[in-house]
Every structure is written in C-alpha cells, then in structure tokens.
C-alpha cells in the first residue's frame, strides 16, 4: 500500500526552526517528485516547496524562500523540508506529497500524507 507519513510538527516560538520529514513507502517514492504544501484554518492548501528525484529542481514559495530548505534522502526513502526564522503566519497543516513533475499545483501530485500541524506562537 502506498503512504507517506509525515512527522515532526509541533509548537514552536516565533523565530524558531522545526524539520518536518515525510517517510516514503519504496513504489511512491522511487523517482517521483515530492512536494510540502500547506493548510491553515479557513484556507486553502497552498504549495510550499517541491523538489524533483534527483534534486536537480527545486521551487520554492515567495512565503518561505531563504527561510525553509527542500531536501531528500532516496536512500531513505524520506523527504525533509527545514523551517527557520518561523512566523505565525507559517501556522498550518503540513502535507507531502508526491507526484511525476515538480509543480506548485495540487492537482500534480497523485499521493498525499495526513499531514501535521505546525504551530508558532508569537
């Protein structure tokens, strides 16, 4: 069965860093692109961050560059994404997903995880 499980969530202050890693079952993750997005309370899910298998393309959010990092380990199966400076607009569920291209759109991506919650306080 497919699944991507995330971790790492948590409460954390204003300013503060969390590493948020999503663990890959071996068919989702072999060659596929793996995608953040996220979901704060009355939004929509937005894109974050998404990087292709071999690393060689990475997008980025206007929100979030120069403060998170995409990153992957395919050895592990497991896709990173760092989170410094946060803010309290950065609170929101945390979803990876993984789909064949690198895009900022959801309906690129075929498999999802349930997602966790970050949360800054100011």
């Known amino acids: 069965q497919v699944q991507l499980v995330e971790s790492g969530g948590g409460l954390v202050q204003a300013g503060g860093s969390l590493r948020l890693s999503c663990a890959a079952s071996g068919r989702t993750f072999n060659r596929k692109t793996m995608g953040w997005f996220r979901q704060a309370p009355g939004k929509e899910r937005e894109f974050v961050a998404t990087i292709t298998w071999s690393g060689d393309r990475i997008l980025y959010a206007d929100s979030v560059k120069g403060r998170f990092t995409i990153s992957r380990d395919n050895a592990e199966n497991t896709v990173y994404l760092q989170m410094n400076s946060l803010k309290p607009e950065d609170t929101a569920v945390y979803y990876c997903?993984?789909?064949?291209?690198?895009?900022?759109?959801?309906?690129?991506?075929?498999?999802w995880g349930q997602g966790t919650q970050v949360t800054v306080s100011s």
């Open positions: 997903a993984a789909g064949p291209v690198p895009s900022q759109l959801r309906r690129t991506y075929d498999y």
